[in-house]
C-alpha cells in the first residue's frame, strides 16, 4: 500500500531530527519540503515572521487553523513559556495522526493541545470544553474560505480581547480577498501586511497581521 505525503514527511522527521530538539524537526522538514516534496507548511521564510510575531505577543493562549502534520505547530509551541498552551484544530484525521507524532518527536505535546474537528463546530465550545476565556493570537492557515466566517464566529463567542492578534497565512497566495478586506476596513482591526513568499518558491505570499481592537 503507498504511503501518503504527511507519512513521508514524518518518516524525513524521524529520520533526521533529533528528539525533544524542536529546531531538528522544523530544519528537517523545510528540507524535506524545499529538496524532496512540496507541501503545504506555512515554511521558514514566512515562519521567521510568525516566529517574530509569536515572540513579541508572548500569548498564554493561542489558537492555530489548520495543523497539517504541526510544522508551524511546532514553530509556535517552541516560543510559548511553560504553563501556557496552543490549541490547534484540524478536521482531517489521518493528517492529526501524524501531526501528533511530530509535535511528540520535537517533545512540544506537554504545550500543545491538538482537537480533532472543523473549526466552526470547535470554536463555540472552547469556553465550555476547552475552559478557553479568550485568545492572545490566532493563526489562521486552514481552508482560506474559512477565514472570514472564523473570526467572525470568534468575536461572536467573546473569543478575542481587546489586543488579540490574528495572524493570517496566504493572504495573496492562494488569497483571502474577502477576509483582508474585512480586517483592513473593519474599525474594529488595525492590520498591516507582511511581504514574503508562498512556502519553498518564489511567488509572493504574505501573512496579515491584525490586531483586534475591542
Ligand atoms: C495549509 S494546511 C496547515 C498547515 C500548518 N498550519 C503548517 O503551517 O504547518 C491546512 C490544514 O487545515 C485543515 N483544515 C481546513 N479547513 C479546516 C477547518 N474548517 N477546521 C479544521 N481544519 C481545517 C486541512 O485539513 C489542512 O490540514
Ligand atoms: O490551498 C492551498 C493549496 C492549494 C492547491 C494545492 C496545494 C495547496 C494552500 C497553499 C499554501 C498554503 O500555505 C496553504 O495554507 C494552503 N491551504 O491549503 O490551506
Ligand atoms: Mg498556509
Redesign the pocket.
Known sequence: TWSTRPQRLLKAVQKKATRGDPQSVISAIDNFCRHKEWA???GDEKGAILDCVVSEVNPSTAL??????????VRIARLLPPETRLIT????PD?AVVARQVIAWAGLQDKVELVV????DLIPQMKQQFGVKEFDFVFL???KD?YLLDIKLLEECGLLRRGTVLLA?NVICPGTPEYLEYVRTNPRYESRYFKSHLEYTKVEDGLEKSIFLG
Open positions: 503545504m507548511n506555512v492555530e487553523l489548520g495543523t497539517y502534520c504541526g510544522y508551524s505547530t484544530l484540524e478536521f482531517n493528517y474537528g472543523a473549526s466552526g492557515d486552514h481552508w474559512r497565512d
